[in-house]
């Protein structure tokens, strides 16, 4: 089913003023990259607000301990950024893997959160790195972790019309992996995913984040492995034990896409991976 | 706030258009119905890139943009590039190649490159590969669309060098 109805706000009041105007069943549309493809199996609702118009949602502030980085903005453009590939490097690093460049040049990171998809890349880069998100409807705008944003496959903490404005990273000096598992090297959707953020201090662990995709009903975080770690050095044997914990955190499912045994055995290598692959 | 509209203005190929659609009509099919049929419909779903188009300087997948998103932007199609009596260095270079059999990629392929031959400079082969990674091709195999593509970049690349004397510096 597609929309009978597609609307394209200027500005946020403008979207706030027209939403009691609009027919009830309606969403929102930024890339479309999701939306588009639901759009093709089933009802997708009789209206669409095309978001992709608000700048608002392009949006990027720097502060002195975070960064901000709005809905709207494609994959493309914020791995283009000095400051995201300098405060963010996981998400950085993940775009490679995130679809092909013209995906890239389409998709937001708004809507890789908002779609609710464990296997999402964006989000998953997002998480390592201690990403909050920031919702607003209306005049009202609340803020929480992004961990906590995820209820369940394809559910999240969005009200009716709520926006996802962006989200809030703090900066800490943090190094990143990102190991994607998918049906061939690039361009496939993950079957496993781990992605370590971890901030070294000579040589030893003083704070390590691990967040994984596609292996539980939410992008998850690994805390058991990443608490494990405080205060390690990253030798053969801590790596070891910190991938068996993660991998003993992840709940994976058979679908279309691999296999539960299979995703649970990769967990762990990617683990091991991604911790080797940490620079000093 | 725009509502209910059934017309969408873009910039086509550089000329300024006005065209009827509906809420629901992609933007290929737009660019199919007008007779911009050089752009392909593939898989429908983002994967295979026969439909690729420029939209304000970037690679696009026509298949999953509404041509209502298309709404006062600069789209860019394949009719764009050379015609059969003055082929552009690309699409000489893909046929010098032997890159093209059935040809119902190269449109998208030729999109692509254009993308990212005029968004980079000293193109590597990795860069390029990068590029292309959302373009796909059944007939031929790769290697010879490498071939073509990396001719172009170095044509391209030594071009400015020989026009430096009279246009100076770009
Ligand atoms: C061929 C293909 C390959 C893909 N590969 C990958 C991949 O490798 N990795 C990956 O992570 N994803 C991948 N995806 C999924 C998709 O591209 C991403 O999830 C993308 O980031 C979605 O963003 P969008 O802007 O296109 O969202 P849309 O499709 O426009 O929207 C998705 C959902 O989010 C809602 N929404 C969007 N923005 C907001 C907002 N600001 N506030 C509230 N709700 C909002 C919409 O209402 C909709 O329900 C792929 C998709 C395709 C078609």
Redesign the pocket.
């Given at each position: 089913m597609r929309p009978d109805l597609l609307v394209k706000p200027s500005s946020l009041a403008g979207l706030w003023k027209a939403l009691p105007s609009l027919p009830r069943d309606r969403?929102?549309?930024?890339?479309?990259?999701?939306?588009?493809?639901?759009a093709g199996h089933g009802h997708a609702g009789d209206c669409?607000i095309d978001?992709s118009g608000l700048k608002e949602?392009k949006a990027f502030r720097e502060t002195s301990s975070s960064v901000f980085i709005g809905?709207?903005l494609?994959?493309a453009e914020l791995a283009e950024m000095t400051a995201v590939k300098k405060w963010l490097p996981a998400l950085a690093l993940c775009a490679p893997?995130?679809?092909?460049p013209s995906?890239r040049n389409?998709?937001?990171?708004?809507?890789?959160?908002?779609?609710g998809?464990p296997?999402?890349?964006?989000?998953?880069a997002l998480l390592s790195e201690k990403a909050e998100i920031v919702?607003g409807l209306k005049g009202a705008k609340r803020k929480m972790p992004l961990h906590s944003f995820f209820l369940a496959p394809k559910r999240t903490a969005?009200k009716k019309d709520?926006?996802?404005?962006g989200f809030e990273v703090p900066k800490w000096r943090h190094v990143s992996a990102y190991e994607k598992l998918?049906p061939r090297s690039y361009?496939?959707?993950?079957k496993v995913t781990v992605c370590v953020s971890a901030e070294l201090s000579a040589g030893l662990v003083k704070e390590a984040v691990i967040a994984c995709a596609s292996v539980a009903p939410v992008p998850l975080l690994a805390r058991k492995a990443a608490e494990f770690l405080y205060g390690r050095r990253l030798d053969e044997g801590t790596i070891s034990e910190a991938a068996a914990l993660a991998q003993s955190e992840t709940s994976p499912i058979t679908d279309t896409r691999s296999e539960a045994a299979y995703r649970k055995a990769m967990v762990r290598v990617l683990a091991v991976r991604a911790l080797s692959k940490l620079p000093a | 706030m725009k509502t209910a509209v059934n017309t969408v203005s873009f910039t086509l190929n550089g000329e300024k258009k006005t065209f009827s659609t509906r809420p629901d009509e992609k933007l290929l099919d737009l660019l199919r119905r007008e007779g911009y049929k050089g752009t392909k419909y593939g898989c429908g779903?983002?994967?295979c890139g026969a439909c690729t188009v420029i939209m304000d300087g970037r690679a696009v997948y026509a298949c999953?943009l509404y041509a209502m998103q298309a709404e006062g932007r600069k789209v860019r199609t394949i009719e764009s590039m050379g015609t059969h009596d003055k082929p552009a260095p690309i699409q000489q270079e893909l046929v010098a190649a032997g890159a093209v059999q059935c040809g119902y990629c190269i449109p998208g392929i030729i999109m692509s490159a254009t993308a990212l031959m005029e968004a980079e400079k000293d193109i590597t082969d990795e860069v390029a590969r990068e590029y292309m990674d959302g373009n796909l091709c059944r007939c031929t195999g790769y290697e010879k669309i490498w071939v073509a593509l990396r001719k172009t970049i170095d044509r391209a690349a030594a071009e400015p060098a020989k026009k430096a004397p009279k246009g100076g510096k770009k």
């Open positions: 969403r929102y549309l930024a890339g479309g990259t999701d939306l588009m493809i639901a669409w978001i949602l809905a709207g494609t994959i893997h995130y679809a092909s995906l389409m998709a937001t990171i708004g809507g890789n959160a908002a779609n998809s296997c999402a890349d964006g989000v998953c919702l969005l709520e926006l996802i404005l998918g361009f496939g959707i993950s | 779903q983002g994967t999953l």
